[in-house]
């Protein structure tokens, strides 16, 4: 059974950083693309980025190019979404998720990281941030 856990979210202020961790289970790590998504109350859920396990290709919607980075550490079968400059427009659920490389090309999740392209999903993180 494939397993996806989130963690790292929290209460910051405008202005600080937060890291949050996806660890995966349950699946060949090494063939998967994972995808971070956020929904914000009232909206819909976004695709920010993605990353391709195998190669560490990454992807990021326009909203959060340049201070947004996507990245992983192979050995713990854990990739990480970076956010800097943290604004009150950030807060949200934070998701990941992921698919099979087999059953996808890269250009079903870059560059519309969609959510439907995704297969497995993790309970989300909580970020909030103040102002």
């Known amino acids: 059974q494939v397993q996806l856990v989130e963690s790292g979210g929290g209460s910051v202020q405008a202005g600080g950083s937060l890291r949050l961790s996806c660890t995966v289970s349950?699946?060949?790590?090494?063939?998967?693309?994972v995808g971070w998504f956020r929904q914000a109350p009232g909206k819909e859920r976004e695709g920010v980025a993605v990353?391709?396990?195998?190669?560490?290709?990454?992807c990021y919607a326009d909203s959060v190019k340049g201070r947004f980075t996507i990245s992983q550490d192979n050995a713990k079968n854990t990739p990480y979404l970076q956010i800097n400059s943290l604004t009150p427009e950030d807060t949200a659920m934070y998701y990941c998720?992921?698919?099979?490389?087999?059953?996808?090309?890269?250009?079903?999740?870059?560059?519309?990281?969609?959510?439907?392209?995704?297969?497995?999903w993790g309970q989300g993180t909580q970020v909030t941030v103040s102002s």
């Open positions: 998720a992921a698919v099979p490389a087999s059953i996808l090309t890269w250009s079903r999740v870059c560059p519309g990281i969609i959510d439907g392209a995704f297969t497995w």
């Open positions: 990353i391709f396990t195998y190669d560490g290709t990454t």
């Open positions: 349950g699946y060949t790590y090494s063939r998967i693309f």
